[in-house]
C-alpha cells in the first residue's frame, strides 16, 4: 500500500506536465509565450509629430536642443533644423525692417549717447568690421546756443562719443575720423527747440 503512494505522488506532476503541453511556458491568460530563440528583435524608427503619429509608428520622439511651439497643423512633421532655420529667417527680417538713420542726437548741452543711439552706433560699426575697406566720418554739431568756441569743442565730444562706442564694438579708430562744425551748419533753421533738437547731433558718414 505504501508503495502504491508512493508511485502516484511521482508519476501525476509528470502527467500534469504532459497534459500541459511539456516544456512550453505557460502565461497566466491561458496564451503561450514564445521561447527566446523564436523572439526577433524588431527596430522602427519614431517620427516627431504633433497630433496623431503615422502608422506604424509607436512613440513620439522629442527633437533635443529644439523648443517645439504650442501648435502644429495635425500631420505635420517637425525636423531638428526647421525651427532654428525659421527662428533666423524672422531674425532676419526683423533687421531689415528696422531702418538706423545715420545721426545721433544729443539732449541740450550733452554728449551721452541713449540706449537707442548706441544702437544706431552698432549697426553701422556692424558695416564697418564687416568691409574692412570702409571708414567713417563722424561730424559733430549744436544749436546756435553758445558761443562759437563753446560749440565746437561739445561738437567734438559729441562726434569723439560717438567714436569711443564704435571702438568698443570693434572698429579700428584708424579708420575713423572726428569732425566738429559745431553750430555753423545746421540741418533746419528756427530759434526754437524744434529746430535745435534737430541741430544737436552727429552724422555718421561710410566712405
Same mark, same amino acid.
Given at each position: #500500500?505504501?508503495?502504491?503512494?508512493?508511485?502516484?505522488?511521482?508519476?501525476?506532476?509528470?502527467? /500534469?506536465?504532459?497534459?500541459?503541453?511539456?516544456?512550453?511556458?505557460?502565461?497566466?491568460?491561458?496564451?503561450?509565450?514564445?521561447?527566446?530563440?523564436?523572439?526577433?528583435?524588431?527596430?522602427?524608427?519614431?517620427?516627431?509629430?504633433?497630433?496623431?503619429?503615422?502608422?506604424?509608428?509607436?512613440?513620439?520622439?522629442?527633437?533635443?536642443?529644439?523648443?517645439?511651439?504650442?501648435?502644429?497643423?495635425?500631420?505635420?512633421?517637425?525636423?531638428?533644423?526647421? &525651427?532654428?532655420?525659421?527662428?533666423?529667417?524672422?531674425?532676419?527680417?526683423?533687421?531689415?525692417?528696422?531702418?538706423?538713420?545715420?545721426?545721433?542726437?544729443?539732449?541740450?548741452?550733452?554728449?551721452? &549717447?541713449?540706449?537707442?543711439?548706441?544702437?544706431?552706433?552698432? *549697426?553701422?560699426?556692424? #558695416?564697418?568690421?564687416?568691409?574692412? #575697406?570702409?571708414?567713417?566720418?563722424?561730424?559733430? *554739431?549744436?544749436?546756435?546756443?553758445?558761443?562759437?568756441?563753446?560749440?565746437?569743442?561739445?561738437?567734438?565730444?559729441?562726434?569723439?562719443?560717438?567714436?569711443?562706442? #564704435?571702438?568698443?564694438? /570693434?572698429?579700428?579708430?584708424?579708420?575713423?575720423?572726428?569732425?566738429?562744425?559745431?553750430?555753423?551748419?545746421?540741418?533746419?533753421?528756427? *530759434?526754437?527747440?524744434?529746430?535745435?533738437?534737430?541741430?544737436?547731433?552727429?552724422?555718421?558718414?561710410?566712405?
Amino acid at each position: #500500500m505504501k508503495k502504491f503512494w508512493i508511485r502516484a505522488l511521482i508519476f501525476t506532476p509528470i502527467l /500534469g506536465l504532459t497534459a500541459c503541453g511539456g516544456g512550453q511556458n505557460i502565461k497566466p491568460d491561458g496564451g503561450q509565450e514564445e521561447t527566446p530563440t523564436a523572439v526577433q528583435e524588431t527596430k522602427k524608427t519614431p517620427v516627431w509629430h504633433y497630433g496623431k503619429p503615422d502608422e506604424g509608428n509607436e512613440s513620439k520622439v522629442k527633437v533635443v536642443g529644439v523648443q517645439t511651439p504650442e501648435r502644429l497643423p495635425e500631420g505635420q512633421a517637425l525636423g531638428s533644423e526647421e &525651427l532654428p532655420a525659421e527662428e533666423s529667417k524672422k531674425s532676419a527680417q526683423a533687421d531689415t525692417a528696422m531702418t538706423f538713420e545715420p545721426v545721433i542726437y544729443f539732449d541740450y548741452d550733452n554728449d551721452t &549717447l541713449s540706449e537707442d543711439a548706441v544702437k544706431t552706433v552698432q *549697426h553701422y560699426a556692424r #558695416m564697418l568690421v564687416d568691409d574692412p #575697406m570702409k571708414r567713417v566720418r563722424l561730424l559733430g *554739431h549744436t544749436d546756435e546756443r553758445g558761443t562759437p568756441d563753446y560749440n565746437l569743442a561739445l561738437g567734438e565730444r559729441r562726434a569723439k562719443a560717438v567714436e569711443q562706442v #564704435m571702438v568698443v564694438f /570693434g572698429v579700428n579708430p584708424d579708420r575713423i575720423e572726428v569732425n566738429s562744425y559745431g553750430e555753423e551748419k545746421p540741418a533746419v533753421e528756427g *530759434h526754437n527747440e524744434a529746430a535745435w533738437a534737430k541741430n544737436r547731433r552727429v552724422e555718421i558718414v561710410i566712405y
